[in-house]
Nanobody, 126 residues
Framework: QVQLVESGGGLVQAGGSLRLSCAASGRTFSSYAIGWFRQAPGKEREFVATISWSGSSTYYADSVKDRFTISRDNAKNTVYLQMNSLKPEDTAVYYC???????????????????WGQGTQVTVSS
């Protein structure tokens, strides 16, 4: 089992930056691809970015491409989400999750992830 804890959220003005961290416990963390999702009030949880177990492959939602960067440090059991040029529409609770090994769902679907953190709030003011 893997436990995930997100941190780094907060209040920032539009155009600003934040770096989220997803710290994991468990020896098998480096075996998992990790995804970031977000959920705004009254909206469904949506895919933001994912990174392969080695860090060699990354994918992004179109809405965050060229603004957000996902990375990982397996030695520290941590995945990061660097968020630049933030917009008010980026306001949401951000979650990280482990992708199900050998799963058949698209990396964009939350159904393809099993262990989730508790989330961290990001608020972008205009």
């Amino acid at each position: 089992q893997v436990q995930l804890v997100e941190s780094g959220g907060g209040l920032v003005q539009a155009g600003g930056s934040l770096r989220l961290s997803c710290a994991a416990s468990g020896r098998t963390f480096s075996s998992y691809a990790i995804g970031w999702f977000r959920q705004a009030p009254g909206k469904e949880r949506e895919f933001v970015a994912t990174i392969s177990w080695s860090g060699s492959s990354t994918y992004y939602a179109d809405s965050v491409k060229d603004r957000f960067t996902i990375s990982r440090d397996n030695a520290k059991n941590t995945v990061y989400l660097q968020m630049n040029s933030l917009k008010p529409e980026d306001t949401a609770v951000y979650y990280c999750a482990t992708r199900i090994l050998g799963g058949s769902y698209s990396y964009r679907s939350s159904l393809g992830y099993n262990y989730w953190g508790q989330g961290t709030q990001v608020t972008v003011s205009s």
